[in-house]
Nanobody, 128 residues
């Protein structure tokens, strides 16, 4: 079992920044991939970024690359998502999730269905 808890969301103005954190506990294996997803009202859950714990490589949704950065923070033992230059269209509930089957599958995944464990989400609201 893996437990995930997100924090750091809030209400900001366009152009502002936030730092979202994901605290993971439980049986975290070295080949786990941690992903950040978001879901806006009335829309499907959308992949945003992922980090492979095995080698710290990162992958991003094209529209956030250059504005969002996912990283492993060793001081806090969290997987953080730094979100800069926020836009109103970034408004959503942001979730972190753990994919523990990536090594068996042989590939990373941007599909929410491949992530077995999820946090409760943190709301990000960006006003113009």
């Amino acid at each position: 079992q893996v437990q995930l808890v997100e924090s750091g969301g809030g209400e900001v103005q366009a152009g502002d920044s936030l730092r979202l954190s994901c605290a993971a506990s439980g049986h975290i294996i070295s080949t786990t991939n941690i992903g950040w997803f978001r879901q806006a009202p009335g829309k499907d859950r959308e992949f945003v970024a992922l980090l492979r714990l095995s080698d710290l490589s990162t992958y991003y949704l094209a529209s956030v690359k250059g504005r969002f950065t996912i990283s492993k923070e060793f001081a806090t033992d969290t997987i953080d998502l730094q979100v800069n230059n926020l836009k109103p269209e970034d408004t959503a509930v942001y979730y972190c999730a753990a994919d523990v089957d990536g090594n068996r599958r042989g590939t990373i995944s941007r599909l929410s269905g491949d992530y077995r464990y999820w946090g409760q989400g943190t709301q990000v609201t960006v006003s113009s």
